[in-house]
Structures are given as C-alpha cells and as structure tokens.
C-alpha cells in the first residue's frame, strides 16, 4: 500500500513554526517511503477563517518547498454536501442520531455531573428516542459503550482509550454544518491518508476519530502525534520568544533550507549530524526516533544553522533569496556587480541575509554619508594623504582586478612604512561607509574602476574639508 501523508492547517491564523515542523515531518515521511503528501485546508471555523490566513499558509509552504503532490488542495468547505451525506448514512445505518437536547438541558447535565464529580459529558439520553420534536436538532455519532480504542501511535507508542469515556460526538450542527472532528474522518478516507502525523493537541480526537472510521468501515490510518515546541525557558512558543509565522523568517532573513535543517532537529536526531541536505533528511528520517518530550526553541542555534548554510550552500540558490532581500530594504540589484559575486565575498562574514544585504547596500548605492565612529578613528590627515596616493597608484592600474589591487595596496603600505590596517580600514570607511567589508582587494574590484576611484577622491575632500 501506498503511503498518503497530509498536512491539514486551519486558515485562522499564520503558518506558525510547530505547523511548519509538522508539515515537514510529514512530507518526509512520505517521501522516504516513496509516497504522496497532500494539503488540505481544514476551513469549518468559517467565523475565524479569512483569505489572508489561507494566503499565509500557501506563502509558507512554497517558500519551506514543501509542494503537495496534487494539483490544488482540498477546501473543506467546499466539501459540506459530502460530509452531509456520510452522516445520513450512519443516521441510517443506526450508527448516528438525531439529538434535540436544548442548551439549558446540557447546561443542567453538566452542572449535575460536576456536582457529582463525574467527568462531564453527554450522557446519550437522545440515543434512543422515538419522538422527533419540532425544534432544532444536531446528530451525534454513536460511540461505542463498552471496550477501548487503542492508538498505536508511531511515536508515543500505545495509547489506550475506553470508549465508556468518550462521549456522542456532535458530526453535524444544528444550523447543517459538519464538525471539525467529521470532517477530518471524511477527508482522511476519501483522501486514502495512510499516515497522520500531527501535533499531539490532537491526541484526544483521535480515538473518537479511529471510532467513526471503523463505523464507515475506511482502513485506518496509523497515527504519530508530535510534541510541542517550547521556548528556551520551557513556556509554550509565543511571540516573546521570537518570530513565530515561517514567513517571518524570511523577513529577518533565513533561508528556507536552513529553517528546515532547524527545524527537522527538533526532537529528531541521526547521530550527531547537524546539517542536512534535503535529500539528507529525506535518506536518514524516522519517525519512530522523534522524541516523545516537547522540544525547545533556540533563536541563537537557528543563526548558526543559518550561517553555517550561507557558507555552504550552492550560490545559485541563495541568489534569488538575496535579491529578495535587496529589492525590500529599496536596493536595485541591476546597479550593481554580480550577486553571485556579493554572496560569495560576503557570507563567511554574515549570518542573515538581513545583515548581508545592508553590509552589501554600498556595492549598489552611492555612499551618502560615513558611519561616525568608524570616520572619526579612520579618517585623519595622515589617511587623506594615504587615500590620495593609492589613488593615483589604482588608477594607473591597466588590469582592474583583486590581484594587481592588492599589490598596490601592499606596495603603499611598504613605501609609507605603515601596516596594512593603516591602509585598508580608511579605504573601507571610504568606499563602504563604514570600517566592515570584505577584503579590501575584493571590495574595490567589485565596485569597479570608476566607483572605487570617485569614493576615494571624495573621502579625501571630505578629510581636508
């Protein structure tokens, strides 16, 4: 049998990191076991859901490169007639019923079985009702009153329910909308899910879940329930740890691949290996290794992730997520060098693709002003001397290129008597703005003949003025 995974959001709100890592195990999973994985958009909170959540979820999964293998996902609301359907068939099959309770009545139910001290829950007394009241109705869904239902969950290992404590699920309301809880059943079926792999919020539905598939007769999936992410200090996730949609990763710029690297460590590990290909992950997941206790977020070990991949990864595929990154802090890419070039003299040094691009800002832009405190330790009499003199040496230069530039800039150094610092670090305020670059040869063949030329000479006026 084929393996079907799914990864089935609600649109109530942005992709957040736990979904992402859910998503992602999800879909290499199936991919290890040359399956599909699917997306569903669970939208039966019609109230809280809205187009910008689904727009969130769609942009999130596209930049993680996490592509369902159908053509379009599957809406749930656009699936209400055959939800509608199932739950005649088990009104039919006497496997649901009608049930008129009013809300006072469940009201007065609960407060008797608190009073009690019993656990509350419905307590069946529409099960076997002969009149049909003219008033409002929901159907439940039949739950078996005797035995267990067993989860044999992938990653907690067996988890035992007894069915005397999982009251009638409501599958349709009142106004003939189908709940939650149905719809997943459904879809799961008729999607042919062979593995649901979920955060483990949803553990308490899935013995109610297993109970109306073997009521439909369906194979039941096998289930694996993912612990929570929490913060560095063990609190569950929240803004006040950091960023927590996925899209806003990309704004403080991380790659995707990275955030995904991350992401599959944690509560997985293969050894002691830290970074992974996708192809890597896809090799080495098992499910059955995901730690049952939550894990914990750290901000810090994602930067290292992230700059560790900036070293590593392929130019071509940083390139377009650069760009990105220029066009949105007002940079065009087109007046300057080669990106490829920039990434390749600028990522040992950067940790993000936000600090890339502002560090990299001078190679497309006019220098404006210079940064104060690197102007004044940098820019002296004796620096505006050095700078002019290296400018005339560059410009006699016939081959514009690192190596010819770092003999002149060498050369100087020896004929002033001075150390290269001395040289290079007013040559950095001068033609970046500021005393960070790459190294001086390469920065000033990136900028070219011309820039480089015109910034020295205006360093040296703004020095003397």
Same mark, same amino acid.
């Given at each position: 049998m084929s393996v079907v995974t799914r990864f089935a959001p609600s649109p109530t709100g942005y992709l957040h990191i736990g979904g992402a890592r859910t998503a992602l195990f999800s879909?290499?999973?199936?991919?290890?076991?040359?399956?599909?994985?699917?997306?569903?958009?669970?939208d039966t909170d019609r109230e809280r859901s809205t187009e910008e959540a689904v727009k969130a979820i769609f942009d999130g999964m596209a930049w993680l490169g996490l592509d369902s293998d159908q053509d379009q996902p599957i809406f749930q609301t656009q699936r209400f007639g055959r939800y509608r359907e199932v739950a005649q068939q088990l009104?039919?099959?006497?496997?649901?019923?009608?049930?008129?309770?009013?809300?006072?009545?469940?009201?007065?139910?609960?407060?008797?079985?608190?009073?009690r001290k019993e656990k509350p829950r419905y307590d069946g007394r529409c099960r076997h009702r002969q009149d049909a009241p003219n008033q409002p109705s929901v159907i439940r869904f039949k739950n078996p009153e005797d035995g267990a239902t067993v989860v044999n969950d992938l990653i907690k290992g067996d988890i035992i329910f007894k069915n005397a404590e999982l009251d009638d699920l409501i599958i349709v309301r009142s106004d003939d909308t189908p709940t939650y809880n149905f719809c997943v059943v459904v879809d799961d079926w008729e999607m042919g899910v062979t593995h649901v792999i979920r955060g483990d919020d949803h553990v308490n539905n899935t013995p109610r879940q297993i109970n109306i598939l073997k009521a439909l007769g369906a194979q039941l999936p096998q289930y694996g329930h993912v612990p929570m992410i929490l913060g560095a200090d063990g609190v569950k996730l929240s803004k006040r740890h950091g960023a927590v949609s996925v899209i806003e990763y990309r704004a403080l710029g991380f790659m995707p691949e990275a955030v995904l690297n991350y992401l599959v460590r944690l509560g997985w590990s293969h050894g002691d290996q830290e970074l992974f290909t996708r192809e890597e992950m896809i090799q080495h997941f098992d499910i059955s290794k995901v730690q049952k206790s939550p894990a914990r977020f750290d901000m810090e070990k994602l930067v290292w992730v992230n700059h560790e991949y900036l070293k590593r990864a392929d130019?071509?595929?940083?390139?377009?997520?650069?760009?990105?990154?220029?066009?949105?802090?007002?940079?065009? %890419? *087109?007046?300057?060098?080669? $990106? !490829?070039?920039?990434? +390749?003299a600028q990522r040992e040094r950067c940790k993000t693709l936000i600090e890339m691009s502002e560090k990299s800002r001078f190679f497309f832009e006019d220098v404006k002003t210079?940064?104060?405190?690197?102007?004044?330790?940098?820019?002296? %009499? *004796?620096?505006?001397?050095? $700078? !002019?003199?290296?400018? +005339?040496?560059l410009a006699a230069l016939t081959d514009w290129q690192a190596q010819p530039i770092h003999n002149a800039v060498h050369a100087l150094a020896e004929k002033k008597a001075v150390g290269l610092g001395q040289v290079a670090q007013p040559i950095r305020v001068a033609v970046a703005g500021m005393a960070i670059s790459p190294p001086i040869d390469q920065t000033l063949a990136l900028l070219g003949r011309e820039r480089s030329l015109a910034r020295l000479k205006a360093a040296v006026a703004h020095i003397q003025k």
């Open positions: 879909y290499l999973y199936a991919k290890k076991h040359a399956g599909r994985f699917l997306l569903r958009i669970e009104l039919k099959e006497g496997k649901a019923y009608r049930c008129y309770c009013t809300k006072q009545e469940l009201d007065d139910m609960r407060a008797g079985q608190m009073a130019i071509a595929v940083i390139e377009p997520e650069f760009r990105w990154h220029l066009e949105r802090i007002g940079v065009d %890419p *087109a007046r300057g060098p080669a $990106l !490829a070039d920039v990434i +390749a210079y940064n104060d405190k690197d102007a004044a330790k940098h820019f002296t %009499p *004796a620096a505006a001397e050095l $700078l !002019a003199a290296l400018g +005339a040496d």
